[in-house]
């Protein structure tokens, strides 16, 4: 998941310019990026663009790319073994956090807890901190209002469905990645069928 195979189209040309201008220029272009969509457009894939990005210019940073289920579940057992400190630790070093579907973290108060000062203490360092969601940060049910109002401070890019000409282009990048010549009748036909999601697209494909 790179820049690089990483389709642009209307439906997310803004999301895909605010993650390059993150990798180019981290905790001072955008910060936080929030980035919002349904499931399988491609949020996943910009998240992780950006990380192969900035570590490619900076092999040596300390970068951190983790969904919010992962999250919890690390919160979790901190509290059971009573390692809560060696996590904070270990989170407030980082120079880059990127956390993937951060709704996970709806009415799960102390995870919550333990994020919202995660967030407040690399964002004073100047540290960046990119998150995706299925939704706008405003209609995060479950979620405190002041972490909310956090993650709406920085730049907030949706990403859309793709129109039939990004689908198109789309099927012709995995046909030549497996090496299948892919007629354009056919690749028109199955872009106007498929219309939901990329991964939807791949699995008619």
């Known amino acids: 998941f790179t820049f690089a195979t990483f389709v642009e189209g209307k439906s997310n040309q803004?999301?895909?310019?605010?993650?390059?201008?993150?990798?180019?220029?981290?905790?001072r272009a955008y910060n936080p990026l929030f980035i919002y969509g349904?499931?399988?457009?491609?949020?996943?894939?910009?998240?992780?663009a950006i990380g192969?990005?900035?570590?490619?210019r900076n092999p040596r940073l300390a970068l951190t790319y983790v969904s919010s289920e992962h999250f919890v579940n690390?919160?979790?057992s901190a509290i059971r073994y009573e390692r809560i400190l060696p996590f904070r630790q270990r989170y407030r070093a980082i120079d880059v956090l990127i956390i993937d579907d951060i709704q996970f973290l709806s009415n799960k108060e102390r995870?919550?807890?333990e994020f919202f000062h995660l967030f407040n203490t690399l964002y004073e360092a100047g540290k960046q901190v990119v998150i995706s969601a299925d939704v706008p940060p405003?209609?995060?049910t479950g979620v405190h209002e002041r972490m909310q109002s956090r993650f709406s401070s920085g730049m907030s890019a949706d990403v859309g469905p793709p129109d039939i000409e990004t689908r198109v282009v789309i099927l012709q990048r995995l046909a030549a990645a497996e090496d299948?010549?892919?007629?354009?009748?056919?690749g028109l036909f199955v872009?106007?069928?498929?219309?939901?999601?990329?991964?939807?697209?791949?699995?008619?494909?």
Not at 191 to 205: C, Q, T, Y
């Open 138 to 140: 405003k209609m995060l």
């Open 52 to 56: 192969h990005y900035l570590l490619k």
């Open 191 to 205: 872009a106007s069928k498929v219309r939901s999601n990329i991964r939807e697209l791949e699995g008619a494909f």
């Open 74 to 76: 690390e919160v979790v």
């Open 38 to 48: 349904g499931v399988g457009l491609g949020k996943t894939h910009l998240l992780q």
């Open 14 to 27: 803004l999301a895909r310019a605010a993650a390059i201008q993150v990798g180019e220029n981290p905790g």
């Open 111 to 113: 995870s919550q807890e």
């Open 180 to 186: 299948i010549l892919l007629p354009d009748n056919v």
